[in-house]
Each structure stands twice: as C-alpha cells, then as structure tokens.
Nanobody, 127 residues
C-alpha cells in the first residue's frame, strides 16, 4: 500500500521560510515523477514543482511563482521529497500536497497525472 505523508507545515510570517517533507512508503520516490501541489479552498489544485530521475542526477522544474522562491529536492536513501520555501507571502497560504506517479514527469503539471497523494499539510503565511 502506497502512502505519502507530508509534514513541516505551519504558520509563518511574510518573508519567512518553511520546509516541507514528504515521506513515502510502499513506493520508491526515484521510480518516477514526484511533485508538490497546493490548494486553496474553492480553487483548483495548483502544481508547483516536480522532480524526476535523469541517469545519475535529478531534474526539476517549477511553475509560476515557485520558480524563484521554492526548491524541490529528494533523498533517495531516505525515500523522501522536500519543498523548501522562502520569501513566503500571504497568498502562499494553502494546503500543500505531495504527489507521485511511476513514470516521467509530464510537460505540464496536472493533478490528473498523479496516482498517489498525501493527505496534505497546512501552510499559513501572515502579513
């Protein structure tokens, strides 16, 4: 049984930093595409960043405002994926999700592409 468990969410002031973790069990994070999404109530889930194996290294890409402020990484030995966020803004307030798919990342992050999801972790940024 595949489980993705996010942690590290919380409350932070604008301009602060926060690091999220995603622990995988029953699934190997290096098996394909791992990604982070976020969702605000009443809005669609938004893709932020993805990472996938490319020979002996990992390749990443970012969407929108995540390009300049967020960093996705993974530790294959620990079977974990991370999202380091800096320069946080109130509009970053959302539930953040980890997602996995056992195939190469798509050209555009779409939540329909991913097979497995975590339960989410709340991030609240105050002004």
């Amino acid at each position: 049984q595949v489980q993705l468990v996010e942690s590290g969410g919380g409350s932070v002031q604008a301009g602060g930093t926060l690091g999220l973790s995603c622990a995988a069990s029953g699934y190997t994070v290096s098996a394909g595409c791992m990604a982070w999404f976020r969702q605000v109530p009443g809005k669609e889930r938004e893709g932020l960043a993805a990472i996938w194996p490319w020979f002996s290294v990992s390749r990443t890409y970012y969407v929108g405002s995540a390009k300049d402020r967020f960093t996705i990484s993974q530790d294959n030995a620990k079977n974990m994926v991370y999202l380091q966020m800096s320069g946080l803004k109130p509009e970053d307030t959302a539930v953040y999700y980890c997602a996995a798919a056992p195939r190469p990342c798509p050209a555009a992050l779409s939540d329909g592409f991913f097979d497995y999801w975590g339960q989410g972790t709340q991030v609240t940024v105050s002004s």
